[in-house]
């Protein structure tokens, strides 16, 4: 598909999606939007893609493993959190949060890349169990497991976002911005050096692709995204404690991503989308839903390792045979 | 691409759209704690509050409204809670049951004073009532009721010079100990070792280590359940043999039936429980016991009240007005001569604070055994 | 020193534990490139079926354990093979991965769900006295615990060292292409690890929650451990899970003793990340050459 064509169809996917929780009936046309819930729910899937994209980019393209993604998504809310009481406007709290969580990430992946492929995943399991612990012990700067309470949303052009629809259009521009920053990168020759990477790294090194350097520049990058996704995570849900930054979430993303299709553009999004609105669809099955869940993702796993994307790529396949 | 992309988006497209069905019912809303590490906790408040709910329908309701009491899961997580409440007022309830863990109420309870909508909750944390909202309503001591009466009971009852203090680092152990420290702070008697501990934490050994290290005159514990067991258990097996103080919990039926004779000899403050020796409670107890064919903690009984305390706000102003009734309850004392399902006298102050007799006990030959009756605070 | 001594033996009783579940969890990845996500659950799960068969229908203590072993067998080594790791064999690592963590899930709320959302307590083999000698307090559940998971472990080591199976099971852990050269009836080597591991699992399961009471969440814990525990100790060699699961389980007890009780957790992860800069082969494991 061209680059004017794709261009296109991002456009129109995001005026759909700044349409979907609007009230237009004061506008003539009889769609009442969502309600508070539902807002949030919607902004929740934003930034959980964001963050995805970033797992995205260091496992589907650059073919490396993090378990820490959550880690850094709660670098860059309490950064934001804490930030924000003090005074610092959210512009800076957030790109304040990228540039950190990008430092940190090349911090990390520095050393470990001097050993082997795996090892990058055990290295980022450990940090996240660090950050966890270090989340919830120093109570002094991060509140511990009260957390921090009563974040502020933030201020744009003296507007302040406390209706959900509009900071739902914030997260939603932001969001876009950084889909397209990705795309572009991933355009790049930078993006064909990652996924050369993915594919055959030995290959890759032998054709003069310096292999240390594009894999840590794409595992820091995806960091970033987790600090961005987490500067959002913060002022959305208004309240912070150490529990969403653990392990555990730090798998789910790994989860979301493969369930999505690892290594597709739109992976990350419908991977997200599982993950924030299947339990809201289950709800009828309160008890049974995570049971229901988790069979789903195990056949979905064993018939099509290439995710959801994949499995819609499947049966759409066949029409276009040419 | 695109076909991919359209299918792709109607696959997403349902399930945002919550539809709401409230007819003349009364909606009640409980966002508890029926997973993770609140799920004993959550589940008993639940049990007691549809308890009540059912009673209460079957003798006509509240002002000839029937109550609709559905709940919604917070898996213990703050975050969860928090959308769950949002989600419960988008349905214009007339008050909210829970969350039982202290931190999931801290992080819900400006969403409910925002929205004007009681909060009835079983959160024992200090700080939850000092924050202004005129919506949050305890059903059991907060900790700065609790606290200072265990810290008096080390000091006259136990008459310890030094204590050492075992707690979970969680919303609801972290919460204690910081009320604990400073209560024992305040009446000159020493922590000489300040032990925390993992929510599911299996192995105690170097724990109790420290604790025996410390030489304190008394050991504070203040765990969740299976984790007191297994410390009780451990403490025994190494010979700890300073006298063990607890809160609720630790005398509980579920750490004695795990902890078996390690559970013995086990002392402390109970702020409610089935074994007080009270008639009205002692009956409830068995009528819980033969619907749900397990034994209550005092978290059921805690969700037993709240639906009665919401009759009682909305019959004292004849209406069914969530604002009111939050209102209402501020400075009221509720006794059981005029609503039996109070079970016990109780009275809320203007921040949502209870204020109820207590006991202290003693865990004998696997029972707990209420050994005194304390006072409310203003009789 | 009776306090240090107390802890090596709380450690090694533990660690033991952690040896089990880390052995299992080597075989699995030497012999079929599987990494298990759900092998904390592994260990949680076989009490439950022993509690099943006590509590609903009534079988003696002795019989529900050996069905719990069998059971584990059946359903963690062979159903699980065929299931979740045959159709994603060859597949790629990172399914499997994911696949493995979703069974965790679906073990852990089946439990939650279908039998107690509580801890239960479990019925001890071995009588839970406690010995004092020299100042330290020892349980004999917890020597039990000790010997019997040696006992398994060394069954294991002559099982492998020592029978035809044994070495032809090493040799498709080594190079199943070339053990499947040389006539060694590689998948059936393959359904033999996991049967060990499932076996090894329910063992470790019936040992420990005696004393650490059977919940449907143990398995979060316990799965991280042995995995740190298999990393730490040589991910390609089984004596290396042994080490690794013992020295985690003496440094865990260590550290929340000596350092601080609140950043306990992170004293093993410590170790991993030392271990895997400077010496990533693991204590005792082999350097691997990278394949081209």
């Known amino acids: 598909m061209s680059t004017r064509h794709s261009l296109l169809l991002g456009l129109v996917l995001l005026a759909l999606l700044a349409l979907i929780p609007a009230d237009l009936t004061n506008l003539g046309i009889p769609y009442p939007g969502l309600k508070r819930y539902g807002t949030y729910i919607l902004t929740l899937w934003l930034v959980t893609a964001i963050a995805a994209m970033g797992v995205n980019l260091i496992v589907g393209y650059a073919g490396q493993e993090t378990l820490a993604q959550a880690a850094f998504l709660g670098i860059g809310a309490y950064l934001t959190a804490i930030a924000g009481k003090h005074g610092v406007p959210f512009g800076l709290c957030f790109i304040g949060s990228g540039i950190v969580a990008f430092i940190v990430g090349i911090a990390l992946g520095f050393p470990a890349l001097r050993v082997q492929k795996h090892y990058l995943a055990f290295v980022t399991l450990a940090f996240s169990v660090l950050a966890w612990l270090v989340f919830r012990n120093e109570a002094e700067i991060t509140g511990g497991v009260m957390g921090v309470r009563d974040i502020a949303r933030p201020i744009v052009f003296g507007f302040k976002l406390r209706n959900a629809v509009h900071f739902y259009w914030f997260v939603l521009a932001i969001a876009a911005v950084l889909t397209f920053a990705l795309w572009w990168i991933l355009q790049s020759p930078w993006g064909r050096a990652f996924t050369a990477l993915r594919e055959n790294p030995l290959r890759a090194e032998s054709l003069g692709v310096d292999v240390r350097l594009y894999t840590l520049l794409a595992f820091a990058l995806g960091s970033a995204y987790g600090g961005m996704a987490g500067s959002l995570y913060a002022p959305l849900v208004e309240f912070i404690d150490p529990s969403p930054f653990a392990l555990g979430p730090s798998l789910l993303f790994m989860l979301m991503v493969v369930v999505g299709g690892s290594g597709t553009f739109f992976g990350p999004f419908v991977g997200a989308g599982v993950a924030v609105l299947l339990p809201e669809w289950l709800r009828a099955w309160e008890n049974y839903y995570l049971m229901i869940y988790a069979v789903a993702v195990m056949v979905l796993m064993a018939l099509f390792p290439g995710g959801l994307v994949g499995l819609v790529a499947f049966f759409t396949r066949k029409r276009s045979r040419l | ?379 | 020193m009776t306090d240090l001594l107390q802890l090596l033996i709380a450690g090694l009783a533990t660690g033991a534990i952690y040896a089990l579940a880390a052995i299992g969890f080597t075989l699995l990845w030497q012999t079929s490139q599987t990494i298990n996500f759900a092998q904390g659950e592994f260990v949680m799960l076989p009490a439950f079926f022993a509690l099943i068969a006590m509590n609903w229908f009534h079988i003696p203590l002795p019989i529900a354990l050996v069905l719990a072993v069998l059971a584990s067998m059946l359903l963690l080594g062979a159903v699980f093979r065929y299931a979740v790791v045959g159709p994603l064999l060859g597949r790629g690592v990172l399914p499997l991965v994911i696949s493995t963590l979703a069974l965790s899930v679906l073990m852990k709320e089946s439990v939650k769900e279908f039998v107690s959302a509580q801890a239960e307590s479990f019925p001890t083999l071995v009588p839970d006295l406690v010995i004092h000698f020299a100042g330290l307090s020892v349980s004999i559940a917890q020597l039990g615990m000790l010997v019997i998971s040696l006992a398994a472990i060394g069954l294991l080591q002559w099982f492998l060292g020592g029978t035809r199976t044994g070495r032809q099971m090493q040799a498709t852990a080594q190079n199943p292409t070339v053990a499947r050269i040389l006539g060694v009836p590689v998948e059936r080597m393959i359904l033999y690890t996991f049967l060990i591991n499932a076996a090894l699992a329910a063992i470790a399961s019936i040992l420990i929650s005696p004393i650490y009471l059977a919940k449907f969440s143990n398995g979060e814990t316990l799965g991280l451990i042995a995995f740190v525990a298999a990393i730490v100790g040589g991910f390609n060699q089984v004596r290396g899970a042994i080490a690794g699961g013992l020295l985690v389980g003496v440094l865990d007890n260590l550290a929340a003793a000596y350092v601080s009780t609140a950043y306990r957790q992170a004293i093993p992860l410590i170790l991993l990340v030392l271990i895997i800069l400077f010496r990533p082969q693991g204590l005792l494991g082999r350097k691997e050459e990278r394949a081209v």
């Open chain 2, 1 to 379: 691409m695109l076909r991919r992309t359209l299918a792709l988006a109607g696959l997403a497209a349902a399930g945002l759209w919550s539809g709401a069905a409230a007819a003349q019912d009364i909606v009640l809303p409980g966002v508890l704690e029926l997973s993770g590490a609140g799920a004993v906790s959550g589940t008993m408040f639940r049990n007691g509050a549809a308890m009540a709910v059912e009673e209460i329908n079957a003798k006509g309701g509240i002002l000839g409204h029937k109550i609709k009491f559905e709940v919604v899961d917070t898996a213990s997580d703050p975050g969860k809670a928090r959308a769950a409440i949002q989600r419960a007022l988008d349905e214009k309830p007339i008050a909210i049951l829970g969350p039982v863990f202290s931190g999931s109420v801290s992080a819900t309870e400006k969403l409910t004073a925002d929205a004007e909508v009681p909060q009835i909750m079983g959160g024992e944390a200090a700080p939850l009532t000092l924050q202004g909202s005129k919506y949050l309503f305890r059903t059991s001591f907060g900790q700065q009721s609790s606290m200072p009466k265990i810290a008096n009971y080390l000091r006259d009852g136990i008459k310890a010079k030094s204590v050492a203090v075992v707690f979970v680092n969680n919303d609801f152990g972290k919460g204690g100990r910081d009320s604990i420290v400073k209560e024992l702070a305040a009446r000159n008697i020493k922590v000489v070792a300040d032990v925390s501990t993992e929510s599911g934490q299996a192995d105690f050994a170097a724990d109790v280590i420290k604790v025996k290290g410390a030489n304190a005159d008394a050991v504070f514990v203040y765990l969740n359940e299976e984790e007191s067991a297994r410390f009780l258990r451990e403490a025994k097996k190494q010979g700890l043999n300073k006298p063990l103080i607890g809160e609720t919990t630790l005398l509980g039926q579920k750490v004695i039936e795990l902890a078996g004779d390690a559970a013995n000899g086990v002392k402390g403050h109970v702020g409610l429980t089935i074994d007080a020796p009270i008639p009205a409670v002692q009956e409830w107890a068995k009528k819980y016991e033969a619907k749900f064919h397990s034994k209550s903690d005092h978290n059921g009984i805690k969700g037993y009240i709240a639906p009665y305390m919401i009759k009682v706000a909305a019959e004292k102003v004849g209406k069914l007005d969530p604002k009111a009734i939050a209102a209402a309850l501020h400075g009221m004392t509720i006794t059981p001569a005029q609503e039996p399902g109070i079970l016990i006298e109780a009275t809320w102050d203007g921040a949502g604070d209870i204020d109820r007799i207590s006991f202290l006990g003693e865990v004998k030959d696997g029972k707990q055994v209420i050994t005194q009756t304390l006072p409310k605070l203003k009789p």
